[in-house]
Every structure is written in C-alpha cells, then in structure tokens.
C-alpha cells in the first residue's frame, strides 16, 4: 500500500534505530524523505539503505545536522525546500539519554547538552517548518516523548526533563493549532525497543525480549496517513498500541485546563 505516495518528511535521527525504521516505512509507502543525524558516515551508509527502496520520482537525500544548532536546521529546512514542491511531515526523533546518576554528582557540560539535543533538537526544527505548514495549510508533526514525560526515572533527569519538555510542547502546539483543521501533532511514547540506544544504556537486558524497531512503523504510518484532526495533541504509548490495548492519551487537556 502506497499510503504516502507523493509526501515529503523530514526525519532526524535517521542514521539508526527507530528513525531509520520509520525512514524506511515512509519510503515503502511511497513518500520521499530527506534523512538528518549528526553522524555522517552512518547517517551516508543509512540514506543509501533507504534510497533502495524507492520508486520512480521517489527523492532520498540525507543532510547532516545538529539539530540543536539553529544554522543547522535552517541548512536542512532549506535543502528540503529546495528538494520536494512541499514538506507535508517532520518527525522529530533525535534524543540522547544524557549522562546518569544522581543530579548532583552527573557532569553539569553533559546534562545540558543532553537538554539541548532532545529540546533544541525538537523546537527548532518545529520553528522552521511551520511558516512553510502554514503557508500551504497543511503539516503533521510527529514528536519522539519518552518514560519521562510521566514517571520519575532517578539517575537520568535529563531525559525525564527533557521527555517531559517535549509533551508539553506538543500539547501547546496542539492546542495553538485547535483551529487549523490540517495542522496536527503527536508525541509518541516507544518504550524500550531493540535500539542502539537502548543496548548502550541498558546492556545486560535480554535484546530479542523487546521488539524490534521495525514494529513501531505502522503506528508512525497511521498517525501520518489516516488521523483524523480530533486525534491530534495526544500521546501514544507504543508498547500498549503493540498489545492492542487503549494507547493514547490528550495532551492538550492539561494545556487548556482552567482556561478562562
């Protein structure tokens, strides 16, 4: 099914795990994509990957970036400007854990590196693509949230500062967004899956237990594809949407909550 046929995203974090996953999804099902990370190499090695699977008129192009450096993201806004007639989807899912231990013994340099990569790496990317969402009336927004947005994780604040940092910017775009019916934002909770990321940080856990990256595509396929606009500004929980359980959760309630 060629559910994206004739979209462009922006995808960061592209180079390996999840965001290579949904990179390829989003190839498969028709769209072109334009892949960003910090590491050239791997993020050159991941492109050529993906590009295999595209069809006729289908464009793949990797663009190395800090995210959390504005220059950076204005570098990638344009090249995907330049690249597709109209960008229809960024998915923001650049993030590191940070440094672990307690608050007051972690390096200071580290942690608020760490808040700059998930946050900067979020908001900025966020700044440069809406103009162009709302100049062609039309734009999707996929947010990576995390553990953190909701339960305390000791000995990795960062993260869980950070993670919570993110649904709440999800939930205020959302609620900004309330009365533009083609504009929409998600924030996606993964949980633990056979990432890079998550064998550094966690390597004595059993990797064939989780569930590989693979499986979380479908969800990014229908939170793009097929959403309705009353299911924009919630949170999806991965893990219970793979058990087929109730998965998502407003986020804009606590944004508008006592409103006058």
């Known amino acids: 099914m060629r559910a994206l046929e004739g979209r462009a995203a922006i ?3 592209a180079n390996q795990g999840l965001g290579l996953a949904i990179a390829r999804g ?22 050529d990957d993906v590009a295999t699977l595209a069809g006729r008129g289908q464009i793949v ?3 190395p970036a800090d995210v959390s450096n504005a220059a950076d993201v204005d570098r990638v806004a344009s090249r995907a400007f330049a690249l597709f007639p109209r960008v229809h989807v960024l998915v923001n899912n650049a993030g590191v854990y940070g440094p672990m231990g307690p608050i007051e013994e972690v390096d200071w340099d580290a942690w608020t590196r760490a808040m ?4 900067y790496g979020s908001v900025l990317p966020c700044r440069a693509l809406l103009p162009h969402f709302k100049k062609h009336r039309y734009g999707k927004i996929v947010q990576l949230s995390g553990g953190g947005a909701t339960n305390p994780l000791p000995r990795i604040t960062a993260y869980a500062a950070s ?3 993110l649904a709440a910017l999800a939930a205020t775009l959302a ?31 059993d990797r064939n237990a989780l569930p590989a990256p693979d499986a979380l595509v479908p969800l990014y396929l229908q939170l793009i594809a097929a959403q309705p606009k ?11 949407w793979l058990a087929g359980q109730a998965a998502s959760t407003p986020l804009v309630r606590a944004a508008t909550a006592g409103r006058p």
């Open 116 to 119: 700059e990569i998930n946050v």
């Open 11 to 13: 995808i960061t974090g």
């Open 230 to 240: 009353i299911e924009s500004g919630v949170r999806v929980d991965a893990q219970a």
């Open 175 to 205: 609620d900004e967004w309330e009365s533009r019916s083609n504009l929409r934002v998600n924030a996606v909770v993964p949980g633990p899956i056979r990432s890079p990321l998550r064998m550094r940080t966690h390597p004595g856990e």
């Open 163 to 165: 993670k919570a940092a």
């Open 26 to 47: 989003y190839v498969e099902a028709g769209a072109s994509v334009l892949l960003c990370a910090r590491d050239h190499d791997r993020l050159t090695v991941a492109c």
């Open 61 to 63: 192009e990797a663009e």
